[in-house]
């Protein structure tokens, strides 16, 4: 037995308060285990300890010896890490001390038993370290003398080793608390079906990416990427073979890009990837041509096959001050011309065609102001009238004027009267074809009504208005004729509608079943523009028209020659043998209107025979019976 003491109790004050000043740092379970046991030796009169931290499952690692013969207490321990038996597993899975005075004398754990006798470690105590119902570890203190530990000892080996255990605790609730911020930061930042980085990530690198290119020469770019098609594969296969196309689709986008482009997700179907270090923009072009190729190969994941494809647009930085928002917003924009354009097709913003968009939208926007809030600032629509003529009919009487044609016109603030083809185009592009319709027809009955009413025999005996295809193919369109005639008091044979031939060629099925509605419910209809489109005999016959309207151009082209000429006589034939009414526009003069009394034509419509104007003025021609 040595001098010292059992405890000594200066050593034990020394090491608590080691203890103390090692947790209030940065620690971590090594820097406790290390602190037990050091401060351990010193205290007992041991030879040496070690301590084994729980690994996988029940199994038990060795990590930390010392003490005057740790390289044997190393080596022990190590044994029973290797055959995972001994005084320390026992006390590991048990939960009670193991003091042991001559491990030859106890005759278990036989491979540690023979490794401690070659060793000449004779005496063990094995610690359990326990808190919150939870197996820490264990402590093994070793003599070479046979001498277990007294109660004193033990003790003192259990406060340090209560200790330490309280403070592995703080340290794995110190972790779990990082790991959960750590966790919460991810989700915060990333996308958690794809892993990329969220918008305001992106914006941030992108930030960054515009700051280093004001001082570093290298060109940045954005593109920004819609997956075509996703809400059918959700729809038709479920949202969980969308969400696998959507993986499977970053990872083709990851293999196309450069190591060092960053790719995140704004939601949906929508990413951008950040591209910096651009020698030039043909660099750009290949990178968004490799992404379309990848995305555009066959995915079949349960059998079924799945063509993905994408569109995508690229804005590349070039202005001073230019912001993070506003280069993703013009790769937006760049994205949504490649998709109107068709699918699986990239495009580059171009500033003055986004400009001329821009100018195209604010009209779409005034227009509908127009419409639907008629005032100064945004201007009114209106109808404007021009007669068509009876030839046959005798000049100067009141049935002259056959019908009128209502012709939209849209008094603007700033450019005075437009015709409608300044403005149908952006109307038609804008989806605002319908909602003009709805507006034109009551508006055309009613004026008829209202000359009814006030002119007697001398109003126009029909209406001609002209119909598109997304108001004839629309539902319920014919019942909805059928209201605003009912709402105007007006019989159906007052009202002509014109449907132009490439109107008809959308769906020609759908279209002669409408125009077979109309037709059942008394209106007339008339085949516009004809001769400028496929004009076929064939849908003279499927469609119920009882008028055909001949185009300008080939009233136009009478003065070219006889080819012209034998086209309109033919088509005046056509008419009286279908026993439909031809109406030739486009009279512009009185040499083409002599020609057309030459070839038998009967109502004729142009400038020549009157513009079209307002109702008001128009009245006066009819009240005058002021006609050719």
Known sequence: MSGRPAVDQAALTRVLGEFAATVTGEFDVQDIVRQLAVGVVEVLDVDGAGVMVPAEGELLRFVHATGSRHGSVAQLERVQEVVQDGPCHDAHRDGRVVNIADLPVEGAWPRYMAEAEA?????????????????????????GS????????????????????????????????????????HRAMHDPLTGLPVRWVFLEQLEHALSRSARVPG?????????????YVNDTYGHEAGDRLLRTCVERVRAALRPTDVVARLGGDEFVVLMEDLEDADVVHGIAQRVLERIAQPYAPDGYVIQPSASIGVALAGEPQQTPDALVARADVAMYQAKQSGRGRYRVFDASSYAADRAQAASLDRLVAALRRPGPPHGRLELHYQ??????????????????????????????????????????????????????????????????ARLGDAAPR???VNVSAQELLGEGFAGRVSAALEAAGLGPHRLTLEITETGLLEDPA?????????????????????????????????????????????????????????????????????ERAVVLEGVE?????????????????????????????LEERLTGAAGR
């Open 119 to 143: 060793l000449g470690l004779r005496a063990v105590c094995a610690i359990p370290l326990r808190a919150r119902g939870r197996r820490w570890g264990v402590m093994d203190l070793y003599r």
């Open 146 to 185: 046979r001498r277990r530990l007294d109660e004193q000892e033990l003790q003192a080996a259990l406060m340090l080793a209560n200790l330490a255990t309280s403070y592995l605790v703080v340290t794995a609730d110190r972790d779990a608390a990082r790991l959960a911020q750590e966790q919460l930061a």
């Open 219 to 231: 060109r940045v770019a954005v593109m920004f990427l819609d997956l075509d098609g996703l809400k």
């Open 387 to 452: 007669p068509v003529v009876d030839l046959d009919a005798p000049a100067g009487s009141r049935t002259r004027v056959h019908a009128v044609e209502a012709l939209l016109r849209w008094r603007h603030p700033g450019q005075g009267v437009l015709p409608a083809g300044a403005f149908l185009p952006d109307a038609e592009q804008g989806g605002l074809l319908g909602e003009l319709g709805a507006w034109v027809l009551p508006t055309a009955l009613r004026q008829l009504a209202d000359w009814d």
């Open 462 to 464: 029909r209406v001609f």
């Open 510 to 578: 759908a279209a002669a079943a409408v125009a077979a509605e109309l037709r059942a419910g008394g209106c007339e209809l008339a085949i516009d523009d004809f001769g400028t489109g496929h004009s076929s005999l064939g849908r003279l016959v499927a469609i119920p028209a009882t008028t055909i309207k001949v185009d300008r151009s080939l009233v136009g082209a009478l003065a070219q020659g006889e080819a012209a000429r034998a086209v309109v006589a033919a088509v005046l034939g056509l008419g009286r043998s279908l």
């Open 589 to 617: 003069d009185e040499a083409a209107l002599d020609e057309l009394r030459s070839l038998g034509a009967r109502l004729v419509q142009g400038y020549h025979l009157g513009r079209p104007v307002p109702p008001g003025e």
